[in-house]
């Protein structure tokens, strides 16, 4: 029954976000961008983590990541409506224009490791009901995941990249709407009194902050409204990124409160697709509706963000690397990236040159802000949270090992 409910929420949801009226809006289309990557991935992987280091204190670390991204986003807004105006008129070897450029080369170099971020929890979740001996499925994850990038990779070459970005993308209404009917199996399961462990003593310490800042990219992906500049106004924009982020924050927090009854269970689960021995727990065949969810979100987010890397390259060298060159050195650097790092590693990684990333927009703020007049208070923001994210950046450590 809880199977049956979750799949008919899941079809409503899915169907309201395909062919509502709103669904054709601007406003929602500038929404989407940066709400589908904030809550793809980070969604199936935060829940086991967070209750293994943090046991009942799970949702209060996940209020502090969000926090921090919120943090980040305030500064990603100001620098819509500030810097980049200040971009378009200043001179190619302006100091800002010169960080500027490298803040969008570690960009590009994030974004090639967040595919294979992206495409080795893909191969996680595809994999793990076929339960590969331990020692075997590491090494049969990284080839299905070098196969896939020299298969996009083929495609851009071959000019055909679009037609798979377009269907990826028509995922993402699909996506939310199993995210939603996993938040109502969860409720049923805790209404209906399915957990029977007691909840983990809460935990708080020191030594937890590097792993949680090392979850980061989890809630990663409100940056993207920064570079719809083409499609959208600034105003726009900054409305969306902020709705984005409170929508990504509800659910996220939902997902974290709903799963409490759980914890002790998540805190026992192996791997990052450990929120499927929880699904499959509540009901056997929940499984098979968030491995749908889990290989849609993935390959979309992973040729979004393949996109994204080589259009930034394209940009930053002034258009002297082409678009499928610099796809294709993405994609070798997410092969490199895949091969030398665990499931957990590569997670760390992508989320400490995110947190590169939004130190340099921060520092970026702050040398506009200075010369636009901001204020004390403003720059002091742009301050704290820059050294919080250099820290992200230093320290964000595996959630395992």
């Given at each position: 029954?809880?199977?049956?409910?979750?799949?008919?929420?899941?079809?409503?949801?899915?169907?309201?976000?395909?062919?509502?009226?709103?669904?054709?809006?601007?406003?929602?289309?500038?929404?989407?961008?940066?709400?589908?990557?904030?809550?793809?991935?980070?969604?199936?992987?935060?829940?086991?983590?967070?209750?293994?280091?943090?046991?009942?204190?799970?949702?209060?670390?996940?209020?502090?990541?969000?926090?921090?991204?919120?943090?980040?986003?305030?500064?990603?807004?100001?620098?819509?409506?500030?810097?980049?105006?200040?971009?378009?008129?200043?001179?190619?070897?302006?100091?800002?224009?010169?960080?500027?450029?490298?803040?969008?080369?570690?960009?590009?170099?994030?974004?090639?490791?967040?595919?294979?971020?992206?495409?080795?929890?893909?191969?996680?979740?595809?994999?793990?009901?076929?339960?590969?001996?331990?020692?075997?499925?590491?090494?049969?994850?990284k080839f299905v995941v070098t196969v896939i990038i020299i298969l996009m990779t083929l495609l851009t070459l071959g000019g055909s990249l679009r037609k798979v970005e377009h269907l990826a993308h028509g995922t993402v209404s699909l996506k939310i709407g199993i995210?939603?009917?996993?938040?109502?199996?969860?409720?049923?399961?805790?209404?209906?009194?399915t957990a029977h462990q007691p909840l983990p003593e809460p935990i708080l310490n020191l030594g937890s902050i590097p792993m949680l800042l090392g979850l980061l990219i989890t809630v990663q992906g409100f940056e993207t409204s920064r570079y719809l500049g083409h499609?959208?106004?600034?105003?726009?924009?900054?409305?969306?990124?902020?709705?984005?982020?409170?929508?990504?924050?509800?659910?996220?927090?939902?997902?974290?409160?709903?799963?409490?009854?759980?914890?002790?269970?998540?805190?026992?689960?192996?791997?990052?697709?450990?929120?499927?021995?929880?699904?499959?727990?509540?009901?056997?065949?929940?499984?098979?509706?968030?491995?749908?969810?889990?290989?849609?979100?993935?390959?979309?987010?992973?040729?979004?963000?393949?996109?994204?890397?080589?259009?930034?390259?394209n940009e930053v060298s002034r258009r002297r690397v082409s678009i499928r060159l610099a796809f294709a050195l993405a994609g070798v650097l997410a092969i490199g990236v895949t091969w030398a790092t665990d499931p957990f590693e590569v997670v760390a990684l992508s989320?400490?040159?995110?947190?590169?990333?939004?130190?340099?927009?921060?520092?970026?703020?702050?040398?506009?802000?200075?010369?636009?007049?901001?204020?004390?208070?403003?720059?002091?923001?742009?301050?704290?949270?820059?050294?919080?994210?250099?820290?992200?950046?230093?320290?964000?450590?595996?959630?395992?090992?």
């Open positions: 029954m809880i199977f049956w409910i979750a799949v008919g929420v899941a079809v409503v949801v899915t169907a309201a976000l395909t062919f509502g009226r709103f669904a054709r809006s601007d406003s929602w289309h500038a929404t989407v961008t940066p709400l589908a990557s904030i809550i793809g991935s980070g969604f199936l992987i935060c829940g086991p983590p967070l209750a293994k280091e943090f046991g009942g204190a799970a949702l209060l670390a996940m209020a502090v990541l969000l926090a921090i991204a919120y943090a980040a986003g305030w500064v990603i807004r100001f620098n819509i409506v500030h810097v980049e105006p200040y971009l378009e008129q200043a001179p190619f070897n302006d100091r800002v224009a010169w960080l500027a450029r490298t803040a969008q080369g570690v960009l590009a170099i994030a974004y090639a490791i967040s595919v294979a971020y992206y495409l080795k929890l893909l191969a996680e979740f595809a994999l793990k009901p076929l339960e590969l001996a331990p020692d075997t499925q590491p090494l049969v994850a995210i939603c009917g996993m938040l109502v199996a969860l409720a049923i399961a805790w209404v209906s009194g499609a959208y106004p600034p105003d726009l924009r900054i409305r969306t990124m902020r709705n984005a982020q409170w929508i990504a924050s509800a659910i996220y927090l939902a997902f974290i409160a709903l799963l409490t009854p759980f914890l002790a269970r998540a805190a026992q689960t192996e791997g990052v697709a450990g929120i499927l021995d929880i699904m499959e727990f509540i009901a056997p065949a929940l499984g098979g509706l968030v491995l749908v969810g889990a290989l849609a979100s993935q390959l979309s987010a992973a040729v979004a963000d393949s996109i994204g890397s080589g259009g930034v390259v989320s400490r040159a995110f947190a590169l990333f939004y130190a340099l927009q921060c520092a970026l703020a702050f040398m506009v802000g200075r010369r636009n007049g901001a204020s004390f208070g403003q720059k002091l923001g742009f301050v704290l949270v820059g050294l919080v994210c250099i820290v992200a950046a230093a320290a964000g450590a595996p959630a395992e090992g």
